[in-house]
């Protein structure tokens, strides 16, 4: 599955899909090397033309009910959904991910759409009867305005719509910027949903720099609210320029998720979901398993079964259909993981180079490293690719103190048969989404978000819409 001639395009404003013009930037396959095509490189210009875009469209959508915003929003998960064969090459091709996982990121997307557009006839404010003799109180949930959706390259349209979803729901329009080696498939389903009835300028598409228009986006005084999926550094500095003129912000930042396996665990299938959440997507998630504790008793048996997974894993370009583990996405990002694995120390299991053979990508073997210093890149970075480190651990104690001695707070994973070991965990872990027995799923119904380094704010579930509303308090006076 390949896409079949080069993608040309420019910023998708005002329901319009601009031509390629101006300064423009290739966009390049990261396992081949391949031209996938050229997108034009936004300029604050363009910036201020989707925002007024956004603003101009806003009244008319904000107007509308819920129920017929959910509507459009149904309609546009169904559009969604109809096209992911067309948009899978595309998401291949400019990202590197196998056929699978692209596909399995597509239809989430669109289930998270379809998600919000379900929540339409359930969104309602609070009454309070006779607060004081003969006056009423209620509450309303206004939208804000005009969203930042500033998105990362390693999901690029299940990111996008964790933030389109309550956005739109809640009656804000949004300039979205893909991120700059990942344009296509965002520019894409900005016209797929046009042409399923969002109106135009509900959705505008600035690709570019993020130094040139994410700055420019964030600054910009139409913007009422920041949307970020990103780095710590960059989230950090998205927050700063985002305090000018009061903006509000959710931050859903970097991660090094722990996950810790005890003695009285089903260890066939922890050892596979430790796998699994490890090196799903070469590693390029931020609830990925990036630390594995194991109780000492059984640590052996886990150890070997990870290691072996690891080892049959077959990595190979996104196209083909056999690959099990595509390429890293760039270049900088395998020289990170490589020096972090250098710097570590310790026993490496499987993997540890890059494989033989596909010379032509960013491949990295699926690595597995025992007892790397627990001070080291490996215990106290974010690991963003595929690595995963592993320590033994002599008790739980031993385990949730090594868990949350991390900058990090995000995502977390406990395994075990024991109800008070789990009640104990999830109390105690400095995270804001734990799965007992569970692989790293995230469920639309529940809200996420992280602490620490990792952000704050919530995505998914009906708790994501206090982030793109204003709470406003009515009191009506009665006649006595």
């Not at 000018?244 to 996950?259: I, Q």
């Not at 215990?379 to 001695?405: M, Q, S, Y």
Request: charged share 25%; glycine share 10%; with cysteine.
């Amino acid at each position: 599955m390949s896409i079949e001639t080069l993608i040309e395009h420019g910023p998708f404003i005002a329901g319009t899909a601009e031509p390629l013009s101006g300064e423009h930037r290739e966009i390049r396959n990261p396992g081949t090397g391949d031209l996938v095509g050229r997108v034009t490189d936004a300029t604050a210009q363009d910036v201020d033309r989707a925002v007024q875009a956004a603003r101009e469209a806003f009244e008319g959508w904000a107007r509308l009910g819920y129920a017929d915003r959910g509507k459009v929003i149904h309609a546009c998960a169904e559009a969604f959904e109809a096209h992911v064969d067309e948009l899978t090459p595309i998401l291949v091709a400019e990202q590197g991910k196998t056929i699978r996982e692209a596909k399995i990121e597509l239809h989430k997307a669109a289930d998270t759409l379809e998600h919000y557009a379900g929540l339409s006839r359930q969104v309602r404010g609070i009454s309070v009867h006779n607060v004081d003799p003969g006056v009423e109180a209620r509450t309303l949930r206004r939208p804000l305005g005009v969203v930042a959706a500033i998105v990362p390259w390693n999901f690029p349209t299940t990111l996008l719509c964790n933030k389109l979803g309550p956005a739109f729901l809640a009656g804000n329009t949004v300039v979205a910027k893909p991120a700059d080696t990942t344009p296509f498939t965002t520019l894409r389903l900005a016209e797929i949903f046009h042409e399923a009835g969002l109106p135009a300028g509900v959705l505008n598409v600035v690709p570019g720099a993020g130094a040139v228009v994410g700055e420019a986006l964030v600054k910009h005084p139409g913007v009422r609210k920041v949307a970020f999926t990103g780095s710590t550094p960059v989230g950090e500095r998205v927050h700063a320029l985002a305090a000018a003129g009061s903006k509000r912000v959710t931050l859903e930042l970097g991660g090094s998720d722990p996950m810790i396996i005890c003695d009285d665990a089903d260890l066939k299938k922890a050892a596979s979901a430790a796998a699994m959440g490890r090196f799903y997507n070469c590693g390029q998630a931020c609830l990925a398993i990036k630390r594995l504790y194991v109780f000492e008793s059984v640590a052996d048996e886990v150890i070997e079964a990870v290691a072996a997974k690891a080892k049959r894993l077959r990595v190979g370009i996104g196209s083909d259909a056999d690959s099990q583990l595509g390429p890293m996405h760039t270049q900088r990002q395998r020289e990170i993981m490589e020096r972090q694995i250098a710097e570590s120390g310790g026993e490496i299991l499987a993997g540890g180079g890059r494989p033989e053979g596909l010379d032509g990508g960013w491949f990295h073997e699926p690595t597995v490293v025992l007892e790397p210093g627990r001070d080291s890149p490996m215990a106290r970075e974010e690991v963003f690719g595929p690595a995963l480190p592993i320590w033994r651990v002599k008790d739980l104690d031993e385990a949730i103190e090594l868990a949350n001695d991390s900058p990090f707070g995000l995502g977390s994973s406990l395994w075990t048969s024991s109800l008070n070991t789990a009640e104990r965990v999830a109390a105690e872990l400095d995270c804001g989404y734990t799965w007992i027995n569970s692989p790293t799923k995230v469920y639309d119904e529940l809200p996420f978000g992280g602490l620490k380094a990792s952000g704050y704010g919530k995505e998914h579930g009906s708790e994501a819409l206090d982030y793109y509303t204003d709470t406003k308090s009515v009191v009506v006076k009665r006649a006595l």
